[in-house]
């Protein structure tokens, strides 16, 4: 047996976007059923799985795994924002369960 956190209470949603959002990518509302990516330094209310422009899966609980800039952040309830393309840990953040880190590849795995 080994540790997984894979499917884990995950649940997505598909919203409207007016924008291609890559996956792994921190997004907001904006609208109506709209969402957008999250610039640098803003809460986010999920992680694009997929989008093509007009609409994006976006994963709104669950485990996920993420790109993260700066420090890395620590195990445990850590305060995250996003970075624009991943998240970055932030004082003014929103506070997530930080599960695992993996420094070498620079990413972050927490539950939304």
């Known amino acids: 047996m080994s ?3 894979s499917g884990f209470n995950e649940n997505t949603a ?3 976007s007016n924008e291609e959002i890559a996956g792994g990518t ?3 509302m904006s609208g109506t ?3 957008a990516a999250a610039a640098s330094g803003e809460a986010f209310c ?16 669950g485990a996920v795994r993420s790109k993260y ?3 890395a952040p620590a195990a445990g309830y850590s305060k995250l924002v996003s970075d624009g393309e991943g998240v970055t840990a932030s ?3 929103r506070e ?5 880190v993996d420094e070498a590849a620079e990413t972050v795995t927490f539950i939304i």
């Open 26 to 28: 921190p997004v907001k």
């Open 91 to 93: 004082e003014s953040g």
């Open 69 to 71: 800039s700066g420090t």
């Open 33 to 35: 059923e709209t969402v």
């Open 14 to 16: 598909t919203f409207k």
């Open 3 to 5: 540790v997984s956190f």
């Open 46 to 61: 999920g992680i694009a799985v997929d989008g093509d422009g007009e609409y994006a899966s976006v994963q709104l609980s």
């Open 96 to 100: 997530y369960l930080v599960v695992a």
